[in-house]
T-cell receptor, first 115, second 113 residues
Framework: NAGVTQTPKFQVLKTGQSMTLQCAQDMNHNSMYWYRQDPGMGLRLIYYSASEGTTDKGEVPNGYNVSRLNKREFSLRLESAAPSQTSVYFC??????????????FGEGSRLTVL | QQQVKQSPQSLIVQKGGISIINCAYENTAFDYFPWYQQFPGKGPALLIAIRPDVSEKKEGRFTISFNKSAKQFSLHIMDSQPGDSATYFCAASPHTGFQKLVFGTGTRLLVSP
């Protein structure tokens, strides 16, 4: 049982390059999320998807796009990477809040460095 | 602005001691308060959570204390062990869903042997 799987785990980009972070979950969860984690800032929500076919902006969406490809997969794209996007990115998933204990399941993270 | 304020930023505790991490919030719409534990190189994982209808919740050596009137909640780790060394995040969300989950800035705990 893999849970939430993110790829790649590490990536180095040059300013202006583009890339896509991939995320897949095998728990049949409706909701999926992308967070970024920076020192002293905690985890901040970039985008989320409450169900297949829907996406919404979180706290820090600028410079990012997302795609909810199907119920399992939720990708995060950086169209033109900037050094300010150097961070550790986490994908997470959850069941509908009313149905469960309120737990987010996180992947192991993707560490991105933009030079 | 930081909706959930967490302190301290880092904490060193001797083995067997009590670790205490505090969080405060302003939004009275918050009604779910989880704590997440994160080991180096891993994603956060839910440790324990509380809803405001109770003042305390205990799971093993981990206890959440909740003070609704003061809008504060804290995590106590009793008999702290080196294996508890990790970063701890408090969080809060309103009943409208986890898309509104707000995290604190994290506390790096080191339990010395």
């Amino acid at each position: 049982n893999a849970g939430v799987t993110q790829t790649p785990k590490f990536q180095v980009l040059k300013t202006g390059q583009s890339m896509t972070l991939q995320c897949a979950q095998d728990m049949n969860h409706n909701s999926m999320y992308w967070y970024r984690q920076d020192p002293g800032m905690g985890l901040r929500l970039i985008y989320y998807s409450a169900s297949e076919g829907t996406t919404d902006k979180g706290e820090v969406p600028n410079g990012y796009n997302v795609s909810r490809l199907n119920k399992r997969e939720f990708s995060l794209r950086l169209e033109s990477a900037a050094p300010s996007q150097t961070s550790v990115y986490f994908c997470a998933s959850s069941e509908d809040r009313k149905l469960n204990t309120g737990e987010l399941f996180f992947g192991e993270g993707s560490r991105l460095t933009v030079l | 602005q930081q909706q959930v304020k967490q302190s301290p930023q880092s904490l060193i505790v001797q083995k067997g001691g009590i670790s205490i991490i505090n969080c405060a919030y302003e939004n009275t719409a918050f009604d779910y308060f989880p704590w997440y534990q994160q080991f180096p190189g891993k994603g956060p994982a839910l440790l324990i959570a509380i809803r405001p209808d109770v003042s305390e919740k205990k799971e093993g050596r981990f206890t959440i204390s909740f003070n609704k009137s003061a809008k504060q909640f804290s995590l106590h780790i009793m008999d702290s062990q080196p294996g508890d060394s990790a970063t701890y995040f408090c969080a809060a969300s309103p009943h409208t869903g986890f898309q509104k989950l707000v995290f604190g800035t994290g506390t790096r705990l080191l339990v010395s042997p």
